[in-house]
Each structure stands twice: as C-alpha cells, then as structure tokens.
Nanobody, 124 residues
Framework: QVQLVESGGGLVQAGGSLRLSCAAS????????MGWFRQAPGKEREFVAA????????YYARSLKDRFTISRDNAKNTVYLQMNGLKPEDTAVYYC?????????????????WGQGTQVTVSS
C-alpha cells in the first residue's frame, strides 16, 4: 500500500513563504510522476504543479508559475512545493499525488494515490 504524507502547512501572513513536503512510502518513487493539487472551501480540487519521474520536466498552473516551485528528491522519496509571495487566495488544503504516467499531469484522473492533505492558511 502506497502512502503519501504531506507536511509543512500552516498559517502565514500574506507575502510569506512556505515549503510543503510529501514523503512517499515504497522503493520505486523514481518510477512515478508526482503532483500537487489544492482545494479551497466550496471549490473543486485544482492543479498546482507536477514533476516528471526524474524531475527533468515540471508543469505549473499558469497563474502560479511565478511564485511556486516543485522539486523532488528521489533519494529521499520526497516531493516539495516551495510557495513564495503567498496570497489569501492561496488558502486551501494542499494534496500531493502519484501518477504512473508522464502526461496529462494537470488532470486529477492521471493520479492513482493521494495524500491526506495539509492546510495552508494565508492571512491578509
């Protein structure tokens, strides 16, 4: 059973930064693409960023590309999301997810395992 455990969320003032981490169980982490999504209250879960299996390719939601950075450390079975210049509208539960494919990573249907999420709250 694959487990994805997010951490690093919290309360931050507008303009601040947070780095989220997602630790994955198993010994084949490098075989999978990884993504971050977020869900604000009353809204659908939306794509934030994704990285290919080796980390050579990254993808972002267009509106977040200038402030968010996804990275991965395959030796540590961990994917990160660095978030800078946070805004109140970034407030959401952030989820990491694992994908067996390297295409269509902006779509939730491309992912087969999800973490439990970590809350990010940005105060104005």
């Amino acid at each position: 059973q694959v487990q994805l455990v997010e951490s690093g969320g919290g309360l931050v003032q507008a303009g601040g930064s947070l780095r989220l981490s997602c630790a994955a169980s198993g010994r084949t982490f490098s075989n999978y693409a990884m993504g971050w999504f977020r869900q604000a209250p009353g809204k659908e879960r939306e794509f934030v960023a994704a990285t290919s299996r080796g980390g050579g390719a990254t993808y972002y939601a267009r509106s977040l590309k200038d402030r968010f950075t996804i990275s991965r450390d395959n030796a540590k079975n961990t994917v990160y999301l660095q978030m800078n210049g946070l805004k109140p509208e970034d407030t959401a539960v952030y989820y990491c997810a694992r994908s067996s494919v390297d295409s269509g990573l902006a779509s939730r249907s491309s992912y087969d395992y999800w973490g439990q999420g970590t809350q990010v709250t940005v105060s104005s």
